[in-house]
Structures are given as C-alpha cells and as structure tokens.
C-alpha cells in the first residue's frame, strides 16, 4: 500500500517522500500490515474555498481522503493532488511546514488518524 509522507528536513522545510507499507503475505483473508500504534481518529469535512498556507501538520497522523481531492505543497514548491482513497503521513510538526489547499471544486471529507508516538 503506498503512502505519500511529509516531513521536515534538515533544512527545515517540508518535502515529501513516497513509501510503501509491508502488506505481508497474501492469507485466505486477504494481506494485513502491522500494527499502528493510534491515539484517536477525527472526522474532518472541508468546504471547496479551503486554502490554508504554510502550517505543521499538529501531530504525526494519517490523513486519509474519503472524497475530493487535496492539493499538497512543499517548501520546495512541489505539490501533488492526493485524491479518495489516498493516504497521507503528516510528520512535518516543525519547520516550515506545507500548504494544504482544495483540489477541486466540491467538498472533501477525510479522516485524521492521530498516531502514537
């Protein structure tokens, strides 16, 4: 499963970094990770005006897109649309931060899964 990380770096800005979550083997009941280790969940509905710059993200979590799209922006000023279905690990508590913005032109609901430390 593939997940889209943000972290501050170094160099105090955000970047992301594309990784991948062992799935272990394929079992009649189908592939399951490990366990992440959570703390609490929240449910999160965003209107399509939704536009807030450069911000940490308020602790390490899981951002899960239910539906619409987010558009994404880094210190370097890359960005990426992440759309329903697609997860984000918001580790970038510190430094710069990112830019968070609606990608498109309707509501969007995610699912903020706070993680433990």
């Known amino acids: 499963m593939d997940?889209?990380?943000?972290y501050t770096g170094a160099d105090g800005q955000s970047h992301f970094e594309d990784i991948?979550?062992?799935m272990g083997e394929q079992q009649m009941m189908g592939a399951i990770s490990e366990r992440w280790p959570a703390?609490?969940?929240?449910?999160?509905?965003v209107g399509a005006d939704y536009e807030l710059d450069f911000h940490n993200a308020p602790r390490r979590q899981l951002?899960?897109?239910?539906?619409?799209?987010?558009?994404?922006?880094?210190?370097s000023g890359?960005?990426?649309?992440?759309?329903?279905g697609s997860i984000l690990l918001a580790e970038d508590v510190d430094g710069q931060g990112h830019i968070s913005r609606n990608g498109g032109d309707g509501t969007r609901t995610?699912?903020?899964?706070?993680?433990?430390?």
């Open 3 to 6: 997940v889209t990380r943000v």
């Open 20 to 22: 991948s979550v062992d």
């Open 39 to 45: 703390t609490g969940m929240q449910f999160r509905e």
């Open 63 to 75: 951002v899960v897109n239910l539906t619409g799209s987010v558009e994404i922006e880094v210190g």
């Open 78 to 84: 890359e960005s990426r649309l992440l759309g329903p």
């Open 110 to 117: 995610c699912l903020f899964i706070h993680l433990a430390d």
